[in-house]
């Protein structure tokens, strides 16, 4: 069988043979792959000239269901992609965490969208006043880079190295150009199979290199973005290739790091936390058979309590069951090949020269299932180094596989001290139900971390564990771990994104952003904003509301209505010493009263109300004081119809601006609404 690239809008095979893939548990045959004689400045601008102004012209919103269309869709494909998955030698707790996790980031990075405009592009920030007069303005607005996403992938997880990179790309309207790694190139192959057969993303969209993919970033420029998961040493070095330094080609690398896992002082043999530890140091070591770049590798252990940490860990290791994961009762797989298996050994060996085994053999496995002749099967190895500080390997070579080492250590001084020997990891965890331990951990060890997990009792149930990153939150670490970030929620699709200063009349940068700026053109609504359907709102439109003029009795009745007595609203003595002169009306009684004014109480479009950001009350209101309202349209989202009987509308932003009788502002706020369309096939 060949495991074959999709470019240019085909399925293509190489050149020959660069790669044999073989099943991890047994050594059958599964397919040959190659990438060579591939084109590949044809494909970056086949993904620049094809998929990138496919992808640029929607916007944000669209780009966000298009994201959940996919994930539904492959969700319901998942079974195929366990059956191929288990070729790899994972167990189905490893599957799960590739597939099912994969595919939550294409959910995560789709409910993005709320946190974008109804844009192709992103308005960045509040605009700066850059005169006197109010008309002339700054602002930023973030663009989609006119390249291609260059993704190459390690070869540890297949499906979600590949989808926890394009989420993020796509969401900001990006190509991709995935590289996986040869060796399990082919679970990656089958859910692109199944992607562009679905017919969600525009063609173009997403390319992929099955094979070595040699010549891949030749051709990257000043538009593209490059990933890079894997060894720091391959990464460096393209990172430093002439022309990517040059055209100052951005570069995220996530290497490989040595994370670490602490135990809390107070964590002592007989509390919840110690177990905690056990368990996730044991998780660790077992799934996807050490093969995560967030895996623990060091194992920090107050000196005291080393034995009973070493005792318990071996343990739990010697009940662990190893071989083909389709057989009832195994607990971990084979690494992803033999060749990958001898790499382990290799570095294993150079850490046996300053430390002890004290649990596994290097070449000798029990397994149920599977070859141990052509799988890819090695034991679980704990080692132990009692003088970290001098026997210092440890921290320096990685084994990428189930291997990690319990290190003592005296205070948490020493513990950060060992954390930040590792020279930057993706992610550290303590286990500790001493907070005031964990706050002093977490604020000295930080500076060297991606991700840091506090573990204790209280919250190791719904914990997602030491190996997960989270698509919510940044994903990379500094130093040895790359010095980048993927993912991290909505920071990590701005990665995608040129930011670019804008300057110029208020008017003007309204209608760029499509977001109102103060000092814009407000023309009077006709009718009022209340009787328009979303698709009839223009943004700057307003409605110059009837005044009123506050009294006494007004602020009375409010604090009886809403059981606030605050001196300064109720107790005029008291005020000395204050910001005020008089008695002063109760803010929310000014927004209410605003709200009374800019309403228009007859059924219409609007549907509800359904929330209030930013409000601000700039200015004090004392009886006599008369209002007014300007109720602007500030910005228009459109949404989605859930289902043929849902009703179609959009979120109206309405700017509330409160003035007083000298036209000065006492108070803003922006409202939400939900605006029925006059179109409800859309």
């Known amino acids: 069988m060949k495991i074959q690239n999709y470019i240019l809008g085909n399925w293509e095979d190489g050149e020959g043979v660069e790669f044999t893939a073989l099943n991890a548990l047994n050594g059958d045959l599964i397919g040959t792959v190659s990438s060579a004689g591939l084109d590949y400045e044809a494909i970056l601008d086949y993904g620049r000239k094809k998929g990138g102004p496919a992808l640029r012209k929607m916007t944000f919103q669209e780009r966000g269901r298009m994201l959940k269309a996919l994930a539904l869709h492959l969700m319901s494909k998942k079974n195929m992609f366990y059956e191929i998955s288990a ?23 789709a409910s993005l969208r709320r946190q974008f405009p109804d844009l192709p592009y992103y308005v960045d920030g509040v605009a700066a006043p850059l005169s006197k007069g109010g008309t002339f303005i700054g602002h930023h607005i973030m663009v989609p880079k006119k390249g291609v996403a260059i993704h190459i992938n390690a070869f540890n997880f297949p499906i979600w190295g590949m989808l926890e990179k394009i989420a993020v790309n796509l969401m900001a309207g990006v190509p991709a150009v995935v590289k996986p790694s040869e060796i399990t190139s082919y679970l990656t192959e089958a859910m692109v199979r199944e992607i562009i057969a679905s017919k969600i993303l525009p063609e173009g969209a997403l390319q992929l290199v099955s094979g070595f993919g040699r010549g891949i970033v030749d051709h990257a420029n000043l538009y593209d973005v490059v990933t890079f998961t894997g060894s720091a040493f391959t990464g460096k070095k393209l990172k430093a290739l002439p022309h990517i330094t040059e055209n100052s080609v951005p570069f995220n690398l996530e290497a490989d790091s040595l994370n670490a896992c602490v135990l809390g002082e107070d964590a002592t043999p007989g509390t919840p936390e110690f177990d905690i530890f056990i368990k ?44 083909d994961p389709s057989l009832e009762g195994v607990r971990m797989g084979s690494l992803v090949s033999r060749l990958q298996m001898e790499r382990v050994k290799e570095n294993v060996s150079l850490l046996l020269e300053e430390q002890n085994l004290v649990f596994g053999d290097l070449n000798e496995v029990e397994i149920q299932g599977g070859s141990k002749e052509k799988g890819a099967f090695i034991s679980p190895l704990l080692m132990r180094n009692d003088d970290p500080f001098n026997k210092t390997r440890v921290h320096d070579i990685e084994a990428f596989g189930p291997v990690s080492t319990i290190l003592p250590y ?4 020493e513990a950060i001290q060992l954390v930040e020997m590792g020279k930057g990891s993706l992610v550290t965890s303590i286990i500790t139900a001493d907070d005031k331990l964990a706050r002093e951990f977490v604020v000295e060890a930080a500076h060297i971390n991606g991700r840091i997990l506090v573990l204790n009792e209280r919250c190791a149930k719904e914990s997602t564990g030491h190996g997960s990153p989270m698509p919510m939150l940044t994903h990379g670490g500094p130093g040895r771990a790359g010095g980048g970030e993927e ?41 009022h904003s209340f009787r328009k359907h979303f698709e009839d709102l223009v943004v700057g439109e307003t409605v110059f509301t009837h005044k009123h003029t506050v009294t006494t009795t007004d602020i009375v009745n409010f604090a009886n209505v809403s059981g606030d007595n605050f001196y300064a609203h109720m107790d005029e003595t008291s005020l000395e010493g204050t910001l005020f002169t008089e ?10 009263k605003a709200a009374g004014l800019f309403v228009d109480p007859k059924k219409g479009p609007v549907l509800l109300n359904y929330g209030i950001d930013e409000c601000r009350f700039t200015k004090p209101v004392y009886a006599g004081t008369t209002i007014g309202v300007r109720f602007t349209v500030k910005e228009k989202i459109d949404q989605e119809k859930r289902s043929e009987d849902d009703v179609a509308k959009g979120i109206v932003k309405f700017l509330v601006d409160i003035y007083d009788q000298d036209n000065e502002t006492v108070g803003m706020a922006t409202i939400l609404t939900m605006v029925k369309k006059l179109n409800q096939d859309t």
Not at 300 to 312: G, Y
Not at 492 to 510: C, D, F, M, W
Not at 583 to 592: E, K, N, Q
């Open 280 to 323: 996730e140091v044991l998780k660790e070591i077992t799934i996807k058979a050490g093969q995560k770049c967030t895996a623990v590798r060091r194992i920090l252990v107050p000196e005291k309590l080393v034995d009973e940490v070493e005792n318990a860990l071996k343990s739990k290791l010697s009940k662990t069951i190893i071989g």
């Open 410 to 413: 005296k205070n948490l001084e």
């Open 87 to 109: 070729k790899t030698g994972a167990t189905k707790i490893d599957s799960w965490i590739d597939i099912e996790g994969g595919i939550g980031n294409l959910f995560a990075n």
């Open 487 to 527: 993912m991290g929620g909505k920071r990590g699709v701005l990665h995608y994104l040129h930011r670019t200063a804008i300057q110029g009349h208020p008017e003007t940068i309204t209608r760029i952003t499509e977001q109102f700026q103060v000092g814009a053109d407000q023309p009077e609504s006709v009718p």
């Open 583 to 592: 008695r002063v009306a109760h803010g929310y009684f000014i927004l209410s």
